[in-house]
Structure formats: C-alpha cells, structure tokens
C-alpha cells in the first residue's frame, strides 16, 4: 500500500517536520521536484473549492503532472461501483489521487485500496493540508517559537479537529472557544490530550480561549454541507466572532488566520480580516506550496 495522507496523525512528526521543510524548500526555490513527471493525478470533488481545486491543480503541473478534475456527476463515489474498485481502477491510470468529500472513511476506504497515495482535501472531520499549510504560516510569521499558542474560536469542525491531530504530534497550546453542543470530535480530543508535550484548553469562555494567544484562528460556522443549520449555529456562536475587541486579548503580536472562503461579518469582521495582523492570503498561498510537500513526501516514501 501506499502512503496516504487521510489525516495528520497518518504522519509521524518527524514526518510532518520533513513534509514541512520541502514545502519550504519548494516555495524558495531551493528545490524544484518532478515527482509527478508523466504522470497524471485525480482530483475528486464531491464539494464546492477555489483554493483545494487550484492550488492541487497547480502543484500537481509544478510537479511535471497532468490534473484530472473529477466531479461526482461522473464518478459517483460509492454508487456505481464499491469504492474499492474504484481505487483499483484509478490506480491503474493515474500516480496519485486527492479527494474533498464528505465522510472521513470514504477516504480511508479509498487509501486503503489505491495503491498509489490517496490525500485528503477535505472531509468533514478533518482538513489536513489546510493545518499544515497553516502551521508553515505561523512559523513564517512567528519564528524562533517551539510552542504557539492558539486560539481557535468558533464552531468544533474539520479545521478545529485538525489542529487537535497536529496537536497529538507537534507541541501546541490549542485553546478552542465554542459552544457546549458545536464541540470538536471527542477521540481525537483524547487524542490530543495524551500528548504530553502539548496542553489542550476546551472553553465556552472566548476571552479565555484568545488570552496572550500567538494565533488567533476562525472558521465558517455553518461548514458545507450544513448551510441549512447556518442561522442555528450563529446565533449559538456568535459570541466567539473574531472582532477587534476580543483580539485585544490576544498577544500583541499575534496574527488572525482563516481558512476561507470567510464570512465576514459572521465568523470574522472586515476590520480584523483587513488588518495588518490577517495573514489570510499568505496561508491560501502556502496551500501550494504545502500541498507540493505532502505530494512529494508521499509519491518518494
Ligand atoms: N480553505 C479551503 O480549503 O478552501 P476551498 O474550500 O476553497 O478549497
Ligand atoms: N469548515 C469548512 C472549511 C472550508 C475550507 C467547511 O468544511 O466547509
């Protein structure tokens, strides 16, 4: 079987270390990999993305490939044939595949099949090339530190529960500010509580979640696939939205992060999304050149 990325913990940390690294190096130019060369990669969506879409399509041609963008209109994951046979087939054209989807073992299901890499570009329980795109950002940004502290506020999702997989592996201060009932997925809250290394802070109180925080992170509040829950989920959250005041809590120093696509006004206001402290753009970009890190990890281990 192949090395698969379904989820950060699919990672040792060393091994998340060194997909960081080439990621570093690939975005300086230091290294320029064709690990893809003559080969093709499939990308499958079941849901809606700009920057999973465009930054895979682009690493995939950085790395010498050629991107198939698959739709469920025509592969209809699960339906037409078992998943299985489906990872059998696609192994047998293309080198690599990534897939955005809903359920987390569909995915798994996939890896455990194909027999070249499978990466995940989004499930509803986790995100992983988004959190480490996001990591390499706060090393960027915040250099020299061991431990961040980071505070992410609002609803227990996919990016929640993937800074609780980094957690498990990489020293982190995680405070997650959320609801009683929009809580992240509790094994791997366990999870992450048995790293020693790393302190996990699950709080209703958001003041107490962004306190002297080095990253202060927000999401959607309604993740696709629930935008019919969008108006429940407001009105339960909208005390961890991420606004200038709250942000004074934070350290001085400290930088805003969002996945996007972002909701301004909901999650996040304008006046924090635009201030100097955003680095929003910067981690949409460093989904590039992370995701060329995770390719070319898994296609040569
Ligand atoms: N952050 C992210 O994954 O964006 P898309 O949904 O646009 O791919
Ligand atoms: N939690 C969001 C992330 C989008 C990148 C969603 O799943 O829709």
């Known amino acids: 079987m192949a090395r698969s990325l379904t989820k950060i913990t699919d990672l040792t940390a060393d091994e998340v270390r060194e997909v960081l690294t080439l990621s570093a190096d690939m975005k300086s130019g230091k290294i320029t990999p064709k690990s893809l060369e003559g080969k093709s990669a499939a990308c499958i969506f079941t849901k809606a993305s700009l920057r999973t879409r465009i930054s895979f399509e682009v690493g995939i041609s950085e790395l010498g490939g050629n991107a198939l963008y698959v739709t469920d209109n025509e592969i209809k994951l699960g339906q037409r044939e078992s998943i299985a046979d489906a990872a059998r087939v696609l192994s047998r054209y293309v080198g690599l595949i990534m897939i955005r989807t809903f359920k987390q073992s569909d995915v798994e299901e996939l890896a455990k099949y194909a027999s070249v890499p499978v990466v995940n570009g989004l499930t509803d329980l986790v995100h992983?090339?988004?959190?480490?795109g996001d990591y390499l950002t706060a090393t960027e940004h915040l250099p020299g530190k061991d431990r961040y502290r980071v505070a992410y506020l609002g609803d227990g999702n996919n990016i929640a529960n993937s800074w609780l997989n980094l957690a498990a592996l990489i020293p982190l201060d995680l405070r997650i500010g959320t609801a009683e009932d929009t809580q992240p997925d509790s094994d791997i809250v366990t999870k992450a509580k048995a790293k020693p290394d790393s302190r996990i802070v699950i709080t209703a109180d958001p003041k107490e979640a962004v306190q002297d925080a080095d990253v202060v992170y927000t999401d959607v509040w309604a993740s696709m696939g629930q935008k019919h829950l969008a108006d429940e989920k407001a009105e339960k959250l909208k005390k961890y939205?991420?606004?200038?005041?709250?942000?004074?809590?934070?350290?001085?120093?400290?930088?805003?992060?969002?996945?996007?696509?972002?909701?301004?006004g909901r999650e996040i206001t304008d006046e924090v999304m635009d201030s100097p402290q955003s680095v929003v753009f910067d981690e949409a970009e460093n989904r590039l050149h992370v995701q060329k890190g995770i390719m070319h990890f898994l296609l040569t281990h």
């Open 241 to 264: 939205q991420v606004n200038s005041s709250l942000l004074e809590g934070a350290d001085p120093k400290a930088v805003v992060m969002h996945c996007l696509p972002a909701e301004r």
């Open 128 to 132: 992983p090339c988004q959190i480490l």
